[in-house]
Nanobody, 128 residues
Framework: QVQLVESGGGLVQPGGSLRLSCAAS????????VGWFRRAPGKEREGVSC????????YYVDSVKGRFTMSRDNAENTVYLQMNSLKPEDTAVYYC?????????????????????WGKGTLVTVSS
């Protein structure tokens, strides 16, 4: 059974950092595209970053470039999202998701495309 479990959310002051984790079970992460997403209050869920099965170079949306870093630990079957220089507008529930297509790549048009399995999310609040 495919399962994704996020952790690491919490309350942080503006300018602070957090590292989110997404532990996968039931499948091997590095064989599928995996992404981080977020849903801010009153807004649609949006893509943040994504790693394709075919390479180790994450794609980032413009709003987080230079501040967020996505990585994948194949031995732990876990992906991470290191978030630095956090802003109040980063406040959201953060989700990880994976494609069910073997060897899948991220869609840079819309990161949500092709993502089939989702975690339940972890809340990140950036506030003073």
């Amino acid at each position: 059974q495919v399962q994704l479990v996020e952790s690491g959310g919490g309350l942080v002051q503006p300018g602070g950092s957090l590292r989110l984790s997404c532990a996968a079970s039931g499948f091997t992460l590095d064989l599928y595209a995996v992404g981080w997403f977020r849903r801010a209050p009153g807004k649609e869920r949006e893509g943040v970053s994504c790693i394709s099965a075919t390479d180790d170079m994450p794609y980032y949306v413009d709003s987080v470039k230079g501040r967020f870093t996505m990585s994948r630990d194949n031995a732990e079957n876990t992906v991470y999202l290191q978030m630095n220089s956090l802003k109040p507008e980063d406040t959201a529930v953060y989700y990880c998701a994976a494609s069910s297509l073997y060897g899948s790549t991220c869609s840079t048009v819309d990161l949500r495309y092709g993502m089939d399995d989702w975690g339940k999310g972890t809340l990140v609040t950036v506030s003073s």
